[in-house]
T-cell receptor, first 114, second 109 residues
């Protein structure tokens, strides 16, 4: 158990819908990262927040957005869903943002878009 | 983006030592080399990190030559539970992890 929690574990929805994935980082960690893992694209970095502020963006679509709240939990919002958005979404947390940053990954949310 | 090359898959038997080598020709002076392990349908897990020479922890060893253009993850006496994908991440991109294909290790009895 990494100490990172993600809800829900599974999510099934239809194309065009909007969903929210939630992540609670390890106690004391200020950084939250979101990753998407699909069969054809592998593990892809989406976005990084540190203490409520966006720090870096990766291959995140405009239909996707995220935020980190004052209590440090984070939400990833996915809208106008397409079949290709079906994937495992991981959240990770770390203490800071430095080069020696060990990231702790949550169990993931499996999103299925029908 | 600089490229990382590691074998796509490897097979081993229980009790053997497994060495997975990763090449990273464009590694920068301030880049640390990190390895993660991922089991199916689980998030990746940090294994080991190093800068040069040799690093050892309770799980693995990491060997890095002087030119740092490659690194070798060594897993001593593997067991069936070591069957997983192993990712080499040599480039620090401001904290975000850039995963390549990884090496799928299959340990057989």
């Amino acid at each position: 158990d990494s100490g990172v929690t993600q809800t829900p574990k599974h999510l099934i929805t239809a194309t065009g819908q909007r969903v929210t994935l939630r992540c609670s980082p390890r106690s004391g960690d200020l950084s939250v990262y979101w990753y998407q893992q699909s069969l054809d694209q592998g593990l892809q970095f989406l976005i990084h927040y540190y203490n409520g502020e966006e720090r870096a963006k990766g291959n995140i679509l405009e239909r996707f957005s995220a935020q980190q709240f004052p209590d440090l939990h984070s939400e990833l919002n996915l809208s106008s869903l397409e079949l290709g958005d079906s994937a495992l979404y991981f959240c990770a947390s770390s203490l800071g943002t430095g080069l020696f940053n060990e990231q702790f990954f949550g169990p993931g949310t499996r999103l299925t878009v029908l | 983006l600089a490229k990382t090359t590691q074998p796509i898959s490897m097979d081993s038997y229980e009790g053997q030592e497994v060495n997975i080598t990763c090449s990273h020709n464009n590694i920068a002076t301030n880049d640390y080399i990190t390895w993660y392990q991922q089991f199916p349908s689980q998030g990746p897990r940090f294994i080991i990190q190093g800068y040069k020479t040799k690093v050892t922890n309770e799980v693995a060893s990491l060997f890095i030559p002087a030119d740092r253009k490659s690194s070798t993850l060594s897993l001593p006496r593997v067991s069936l539970s070591d069957t997983a994908v192993y990712y080499c991440l040599p480039y620090n991109q401001g904290g975000k992890l850039i995963f390549g294909q990884g090496t799928e290790l299959s340990v057989k009895p």
